[in-house]
């Protein structure tokens, strides 16, 4: 099966899980994975606990062989800076040996080159384990309704480790087993004043809620660009000596981090860590969005009823979503001012995850660990690296939570992919070598 037609026709579904008018691209990805898995003789359906369904498939299985569930999201995040794409972000298109559409990386490009390696080894009956699926339409809204399908799917869903390649690697030579994910909390905050806006020529005996929310955004940092929330980092982990080792012997991850970001500078709130170790090792409080008063073209003189910031911790060991959510709240409440109303509103939380490589008290991943090394060394040209993530994938903290089951995660995207951002892409050579490795990874057992 040819990886670029597959992919392209699933980028085609425009499954924007955030957006309440993408309802039929959410089916029609839907629709796709489970023509792709009947295709294969697999059986799959659609299970649905929250707004969008996820799809579950299961191989025949066998006994005495190892099960591993694969996980994957369906859904994508929205597209909406469309001008600022080069072509079409639902089309695949090629450049420079690169794919570009949303979800070209994250995640349906990642996921597509596993289950591209499954359909080889299938087709020629060459599959030496159970295989389970759970691919996921809320990954990207927070995965709000998993751990009601985990609770409910407990026992189908039964497997010695899940395979998760939803996370990032260096570059197509370095690629990276994932040790660590951190947590989010998001939520929205609304300051309200008057209950409607009002002339402005009244202004200047009156409290402003667009001044007022800035203050108190701004009043949610240090100078120096730590969280002012207090006991918010009393639960941080130091990270263990082998991992700070490890990054300082990678010498050139924050020149590299730069160059494939393409930014200029860091702002680093805490001068024992490097940029590359501060986004894995310590947590964050941003704003991704501010709004509130005339957003028009023009000017209108007014003194607006309300203004809202949406804001997003991420946490790190350890750290504990609820804790956090309740300091956040009790500040940003403290924080407010007398005359105005306040609403809070917490959106997606996860916690952080730390996956211990070396514990081997999962023998069938412990196996899967040594398959991995090898099949990494061989194919992508080195072994892997050891490192954390800077972002989250909800599922994997609650799969261990609820069902006690760890993940191996194996990255196939890298920085250089600007995932949730304009011009998405994948490097078409590392999906292609990830396909290989993912069928000599299964082959392996
Ligand atoms: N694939 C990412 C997670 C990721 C990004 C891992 C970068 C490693 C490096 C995933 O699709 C994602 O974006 N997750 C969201 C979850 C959130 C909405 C709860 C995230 O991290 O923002
Ligand atoms: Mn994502």
């Known amino acids: 099966m040819d990886l670029k ?10 499954s924007v899980s955030s957006d ?16 792709f898995f009947n295709g294969l003789a697999i059986e799959a359906r659609e299970v649905k606990f929250g707004k969008h369904a996820a799809i579950f498939a299961k191989t025949a299985q066998k006994p005495n062989k190892p099960t591993i569930l694969v996980y994957g999201h369906y859904d994508v995040q929205p597209a909406d ?6 072509s079409d972000p639902f089309v695949l298109t090629e450049r420079d040996g690169r794919w570009y559409a949303r979800g070209a990386s994250d995640n349906k490009g990642c996921h597509s080159a596993v289950l591209m390696a ?39 869903l039964t497997a010695d480790f899940a395979l998760v390649v939803d996370t990032c690697s260096l570059d197509k ?11 989010i909390v998001g939520c929205e905050v609304k300051l309200k004043g008057q209950d409607h806006d009002l002339h402005s ?22 100078r120096e660009g730590l969280v002012n929330v207090p006991g918010f980092y009393d639960e941080v982990a130091p990270p263990h000596s082998w991992e700070r080792e490890q990054m300082k012997r990678l010498s050139n991850l924050d020149d590299d981090l730069k160059k494939n970001l393409g930014i200029k500078y860091f702002k680093l709130p805490n001068g024992d860590f490097s940029a590359a170790e501060t986004m894995r090792f310590l947590p964050t409080l941003e704003f991704n969005g501010i709004g509130g008063g005339f957003q028009g073209t023009g000017i209108k003189t007014i003194i607006p009823s309300c203004a809202s910031v949406k804001i997003s911790c991420r946490l790190v060991p350890d750290q504990n979503a609820e804790k956090i959510k309740n300091l956040l709240a009790e500040k940003i409440r403290n924080l407010c001012p007398r005359e105005m109303s306040l609403e809070i509103k917490f959106e997606q939380t996860s916690n952080p995850y730390l996956f211990d490589v070396r514990s081997g008290k999962n023998e069938t991943l412990s196996r899967a660990i040594k398959i991995t090394e090898k099949g990494i060394r061989s194919t992508f040209g080195n072994p892997p690296l050891y490192l954390r993530e800077g972002g ?3 599922l994997v903290s609650m799969l261990k939570e609820i069902l006690g089951m760890d993940s191996l995660l194996i990255g196939l995207s890298t920085a250089k992919d600007n995932i949730h951002a304009p011009d998405e892409s994948v490097e078409i050579a590392m999906l ?14």
């Not at 309440?20 to 023509?35: C, P, V």
């Not at 292609?432 to 057992?445: D, I, M, N, W, Y």
Request: proline residues 2%; charged residues 25%; glycine residues 12%.
């Open 392 to 394: 989250s994938i909800g």
């Open 173 to 183: 030579e370095n690629i990276v087993i994932t040790t660590g994910l951190r947590g």
């Open 81 to 86: 800076e469309g001008e600022l794409w080069t």
């Open 118 to 156: 499954i359909h080889d080894l299938m087709t020629r009956q060459e599959l030496p384990v159970n295989l389970k699926f759970i691919l996921e339409g809320e990954e990207e809204i927070g995965s709000r309704s998993m751990p009601q399908l985990l609770r409910n799917m407990q026992d189908e």
């Open 5 to 14: 037609k597959f992919l392209a026709d699933y980028v085609t579904c425009q």
């Open 20 to 35: 309440l008018t993408s309802e039929s691209g959410m089916a029609n990805a839907r629709e796709y994975l489970i023509g």
């Open 432 to 445: 292609e070598r990830g396909r290989k490795f993912f069928r000599e990874f299964f082959s392996g057992f």
């Open 201 to 222: 020529g009244y202004g200047g005996c009156l409290l402003n809620p667009i001044g007022a929310l800035v203050d108190l955004c701004s009043a949610l940092h240090t």
